[in-house]
């Protein structure tokens, strides 16, 4: 038998203003992964590492432009990375 339990939670705005935050940062480290994959591919190259691109995100995390990415952890960044790399090697091996 599998016990479930529902929880609430109940950000204040601040959070609630930090979820938002780091729900879209998540969303554009996906696309941004998705976009260098694809474009990676239509070069004839061989698929990049999540490992690659995570480095390549650190440089440019550096740059004035995309200094907003520091307004969350590391970690939402990271694992949105991983998680475009392994969606773009299942689709290739289905």
């Known amino acids: 038998m599998i016990l479930a339990k529902k ?3 109940k950000p204040t705005k601040e959070q609630e203003h ?3 935050k780091s729900a879209g940062t998540a969303r554009w480290a ?3 992964t998705l976009g ?3 474009e990676n591919y239509k070069n004839g190259s061989k698929f990049l ?5 995570r480095k390549e995100l650190t ?8 200094a907003w990415l520091y307004d969350v952890s590391n970690n939402i960044t990271k ?4 998680d475009a790399c392994d969606a773009y090697k299942k689709f290739f091996k289905n």
């Open 18 to 20: 930090q979820l938002w």
């Open 36 to 38: 260098k994959q694809e």
């Open 59 to 66: 440089v440019l995390k550096q740059t004035e432009e995309y």
């Open 30 to 32: 996906y696309n941004w």
């Open 7 to 9: 929880i609430r939670i």
């Open 49 to 53: 590492s999540d490992e690659t691109l």
């Open 79 to 82: 694992q949105a990375i991983k």
